[in-house]
């Protein structure tokens, strides 16, 4: 069912366009990789991230022992965990914060996330769902739940959520880069090509909205205007990287007969 809500807010409070693009993996719904294919979103903010995930491991993980009814403690330390590679754990430390605190939409989405994050997919959705309201909408969980339907295979109602955090974040890069991952794995490739088109050249600085726009170039078979935008004002020892990562990435879906999208991974989750 399409999500109802009300028209956008004019306080409503825009985020960095580098807003997480969560990186999805080899396989149709794998979630981990150690190269960049596809980069998605599960709209976290990009205040949410930390410069040392793994000294903020140790902080709030004494404090979330010491408490584990300190909301901001779980989310800091299930964000460390998730970015650490910890999923399953930031699982568990914000289903047990969640439960003390079973009204707190902020630690409610960040349940959710990790939950998609360690790949299940259904839960997520609905514990997304318990944190949205729509008497106040946020973006960035209409995204995040958008993302996790595209994960079940359902296109259709996934961009229904995309369209509806897009009305309220007009031009989100992070939103548009979901719409197109959305119709890399549908392989409706032109439409993927529109939606990461506008996000790059709204938010070109941002790697993985920078990778999309290459996958989804190379995946057209413009390698050349691909590699344009894979080496683009990096070093070149980073260009060489991407353009090696890219054209890696397309050899194994030649090989796979075209009958899996390789989608990326978290390298983070926030």
Same mark, same amino acid.
């Given at each position: 069912?399409?999500?109802?809500?009300?028209?956008?807010?004019?306080?409503?409070?825009?985020?960095?366009?580098? +807003? +997480? @693009?969560? &990186?999805?993996?080899?396989?149709?719904?794998? @979630?981990?990789? *150690?190269?960049?294919?596809?980069?998605?979103?599960?709209?976290?903010?990009?205040?949410?991230?930390?410069?040392?995930?793994?000294?903020? %491991?140790?902080?709030?993980?004494?404090?979330?022992?010491?408490?584990?009814?300190?909301?901001?403690? +779980?989310?800091?330390?299930?964000?460390?965990?998730?970015?650490?590679?910890?999923?399953?754990?930031?699982?568990?430390?914000?289903?047990?914060? *969640?439960?003390?605190?079973?009204?707190?939409?902020?630690?409610?989405?960040?349940?959710?996330?990790?939950?998609?994050?360690?790949?299940?997919?259904?839960?997520?959705?609905?514990?997304?769902?318990?944190?949205?309201?729509?008497?106040?909408?946020?973006?960035?969980?209409?995204?995040?739940?958008?993302?996790? %339907?595209?994960?079940?295979?359902?296109?259709?109602?996934?961009?229904?959520?995309?369209?509806?955090?897009?009305?309220?974040?007009?031009?989100?890069?992070?939103?548009? @880069?979901?719409?197109?991952?959305?119709? &890399?794995?549908?392989?409706? %490739?032109?439409?993927?090509?529109?939606?990461?088109?506008?996000?790059?050249?709204?938010?070109?600085?941002?790697?993985?909205?920078?990778?999309?726009?290459?996958?989804?170039?190379?995946?057209?078979?413009?390698?050349?205007? +691909?590699?344009?935008?894979?080496?683009?004002?990096?070093?070149?020892?980073?260009?060489?990287?991407?353009?090696?990562?890219?054209?890696?990435?397309?050899?194994?879906?030649?090989? *796979?007969?075209?009958?899996?999208?390789?989608?990326?991974?978290?390298?983070?989750?926030?």
């Amino acid at each position: 069912m399409r999500p109802k809500f009300p028209r956008k807010s004019s306080h409503v409070r825009r985020v960095a366009p580098t +807003a +997480a @693009c969560v &990186i999805l993996a080899m396989g149709l719904w794998g @979630c981990q990789t *150690s190269g960049p294919d596809i980069t998605g979103s599960l709209g976290e903010k990009a205040e949410a991230r930390s410069a040392d995930p793994r000294r903020d %491991l140790e902080t709030y993980r004494e404090r979330f022992k010491a408490n584990p009814k300190d909301s901001e403690a +779980a989310l800091k330390y299930g964000r460390a965990l998730r970015a650490t590679g910890q999923k399953s754990q930031a699982v568990a430390v914000l289903e047990q914060a *969640s439960m003390s605190n079973p009204s707190n939409r902020t630690l409610l989405a960040g349940y959710g996330r990790a939950l998609a994050d360690n790949g299940n997919f259904q839960q997520a959705f609905d514990v997304l769902g318990r944190a949205h309201k729509p008497e106040d909408p946020d973006w960035s969980i209409l995204s995040a739940q958008g993302a996790t %339907l595209d994960q079940l295979g359902r296109f259709d109602e996934a961009r229904q959520y995309y369209a509806s955090a897009l009305k309220i974040a007009p031009d989100e890069p992070s939103v548009l @880069c979901n719409l197109g991952l959305s119709y &890399i794995l549908s392989k409706e %490739l032109p439409k993927a090509d529109e939606a990461l088109r506008r996000a790059y050249s709204l938010a070109g600085s941002d790697p993985r909205i920078r990778a999309n726009r290459a996958l989804v170039l190379g995946l057209q078979g413009r390698m050349n205007e +691909a590699e344009v935008i894979a080496k683009a004002d990096l070093p070149p020892d980073e260009a060489a990287a991407n353009v090696s990562a890219l054209k890696q990435m397309l050899a194994r879906k030649q090989a *796979s007969g075209g009958e899996k999208m390789p989608v990326a991974s978290t390298k983070r989750g926030d």
